[in-house]
């Protein structure tokens, strides 16, 4: 079963890289650039991990953070934060809403692919 990826962000040269980055390793990699068609995606098809920025046009990636795990449809679903927030009060705040893990930018694309791996359960090479 390929595992999917949900990259929600707004920099176009971030996303170009997530999603080779994540097709290269073998995950069905979608994109939205916003928080309110972050969650459109997920009612359309629920993916296995969201990587979520926090500054988003439309909604910010916390209050995303907590819809998602006020939903129980999407209670399975990993979120891991992506963002240039890289503070401990944002990484407490991103945890308080739920995230699974905090990633700051700028990232090792390394590190992010094992993470994503470790999500899902996957052996990390």
């Known amino acids: 079963m390929d595992h999917s990826v949900l990259v929600v962000e707004d920099d176009d040269n971030i996303v170009l890289s997530l999603k080779f980055l994540l097709e290269k390793s073998g995950f069905d990699t979608r994109v939205v650039g ?4 972050a969650l ?3 009612r359309a098809a629920k993916p ?3 990587l979520l920025d926090v500054m988003l ?5 916390f209050s995303v953070c907590e819809e998602i795990r006020g ?7 990993h979120v891991i934060m992506l963002t240039a927030k890289g503070r401990e009060a944002d990484r407490e705040k991103g945890l308080s809403a739920g995230a699974d893990d905090f990633i700051t930018k700028p990232f090792s694309t390394r ?5 994503v791996k470790a999500a ?3 052996t990390v090479d």
């Open 40 to 42: 459109g995606e997920m």
């Open 48 to 50: 296995d991990v969201v």
């Open 71 to 77: 939903n129980s449809a999407w209670s399975d679903v």
């Open 120 to 122: 899902v359960g996957l």
């Open 57 to 61: 046009p439309e909604r910010d990636g």
């Open 111 to 115: 590190d992010l692919v094992t993470r």
């Open 34 to 37: 916003d928080g309110n068609a």
